[in-house]
């Protein structure tokens, strides 16, 4: 049996007490990748992303497994990296939390949209304090080999 066919539609993981179906996460992950597709402002930093249907499986994955889940397919995320490279921002990041809590609030109960909610922000402030990191360290090794 391959991996991919330990999921199915009923698998699931607690999240403080609440529980979260596979499907509840695809269907989020699914539905907000197609709002940022057509987005104006976001559609630009995803311009990178040319295979949706594969992002939208990884990003499943990828939630899957920080609510506790098994993993099931093979995959190594490298989000500091990627997320400077799109030209990662405050002002992205602000607009990308509003369409995703917009999308927890059409496609969830209210307690399960909540902790979602809290916890893409907690990762946005995460993402905001490596960037910078990443960005100095970035930006001092290109200065010392121009010099
Ligand atoms: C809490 C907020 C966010 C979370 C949790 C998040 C999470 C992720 C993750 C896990 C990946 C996959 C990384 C990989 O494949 O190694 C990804 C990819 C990506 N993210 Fe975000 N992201 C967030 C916000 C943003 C924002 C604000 C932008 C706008 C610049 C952005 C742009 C992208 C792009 C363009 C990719 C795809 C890169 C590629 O594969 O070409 N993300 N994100």
Request: aromatic share 14%.
């Amino acid at each position: 049996m391959s991996k991919d066919q330990e999921i199915n539609e009923t698998s699931a993981v607690q999240v403080n007490g609440i529980v979260f179906s596979h499907k509840d996460i695809s269907k989020v992950v699914d539905a907000f990748y197609r709002k940022v597709e057509h987005d104006p402002i976001l559609k630009v930093p995803f311009r990178s992303v040319h295979d949706w249907p594969e992002h939208i499986k990884r990003l499943t994955h990828f939630w899957w497994i920080r609510f506790g889940g098994k993993p099931y397919m093979f995959s190594h995320y490298n989000p500091v990296t990627k997320h400077y490279f799109a030209g990662f921002n405050q002002e992205f990041l602000s607009h990308w939390l509003n369409l995703f809590h917009q999308t927890l609030n059409e496609k969830l109960s209210p307690q399960q949209a909540m902790i979602w909610k809290t916890i893409s922000e907690q990762m946005g402030q995460g993402l905001s304090i490596r960037n910078e990191h990443f960005k100095k360290e970035y930006e001092n090794k290109r200065f010392k080999s121009n010099r």
